[in-house]
């Protein structure tokens, strides 16, 4: 199996069938063990311990799933929490990350499509919150994850990694992009590194992947061999892009404070990537 990286994992029983049962939905939500999500500044709501928040029904509006057997609700938030919001993510428990990830992106979907993008009129929440259904032209609308590969390029036992201009100071972490539309993910992973750093690469393979909810991204991670080691930066996408040793990464991963950079924080795939790449080297072992 891949590595799992933060926010991925079971996560509740989404009951599927449940969905498209609004009298069993209204039925679920009015047992003693139903609970629904509580939410502060757009966000869900952390205890004392990083634990999602639950309490009583009282706006079942999203059928989040079954936690055993029992029910799990949420409400809307009418402005769900952006980026800015990454910060709360060094408080959230790894257990809770899935439906927190889940919960924030299907908020975030909500508050974007109110309305048909067909004909304009205002779309109705159906199937427990899974869909909407446009009052006019009857066209139902799903929510979607867009697809964004993350990558981390070899060459001759070095790694490439980048910094944004947004990153803290030091930080280093594998370059990102948008799939883009009739493109394929290696496709995508040997463009996005021609763009941003100006080399070939080959042997693209999937690494693990990471449903990223902010607003709603499937960061899908890959590994490839570059053909050389010559860089051409990108510095409207980037601020920088290095070259660095097994060791180097090992002295980052491992929080020295005399490492080469900054790795990125525990919840981002990148540093999933990192890890993984440790680890099969060291299984490897000498040459």
Not at 1 to 17: I, K, N, T, V
Not at 99 to 118: K, T
Not at 188 to 214: H, M, N, T
Request: charged fraction near 20%.
């Amino acid at each position: 199996m891949p590595p799992e990286a933060f926010f991925s994992g079971p996560g509740l029983d989404r009951a599927d069938l449940l969905r498209a049962q609004p009298d069993q939905l209204a039925d679920l939500a009015g047992r003693a063990d139903a609970r629904q999500l509580q939410w502060a500044d757009g966000l869900p709501q952390l205890d004392a311990a990083g634990r999602l928040s639950w309490g009583p029904v009282d706006d079942a509006v999203l059928f989040l799933g079954l936690d055993g057997e029992s029910p799990r609700f949420s409400s809307l938030p009418l402005t769900p929490g952006g980026p800015a919001a990454i910060g709360l993510l060094a408080q959230l428990d790894a257990e809770d990350a899935p439906l927190f990830a889940c919960a924030l992106s299907l908020a975030n979907w909500h508050g974007r499509h109110g309305h048909c993008s067909v004909c304009g009129i205002a779309t109705d929440v159906v199937r427990g919150g899974w869909s909407r259904r446009c009052s006019g032209c009857g066209a139902e609308h799903f929510p979607r994850s867009d697809p964004v590969v993350i990558m981390l390029a070899e060459h001759q036992g070095r790694l490439l990694l980048g910094r944004q201009p947004h990153y803290p100071p030091g930080r280093f972490s594998a370059l990102a992009g948008f799939v883009e539309p009739g493109e394929t993910i290696e496709a995508a992973v040997a463009r996005e590194l021609k763009e941003e750093a100006g080399i070939e690469v080959a042997d693209v393979r999937y690494v693990a992947s990471q449903p990223w909810p902010f607003p709603s991204s499937l960061m899908i991670g890959c590994h490839a061999q570059a053909l050389d080691d010559r860089l051409t930066i990108d510095f409207t996408e980037l601020d920088d892009a290095r070259w660095f040793t097994r060791e180097e990464v090992e002295t980052a991963v491992a929080g020295d404070g005399n490492a080469p950079f900054l790795p990125p924080p525990r919840w981002a795939i990148a540093r999933t990537l990192l890890d993984d790449w440790l680890a099969l080297d060291e299984a490897a072992g000498p040459p």
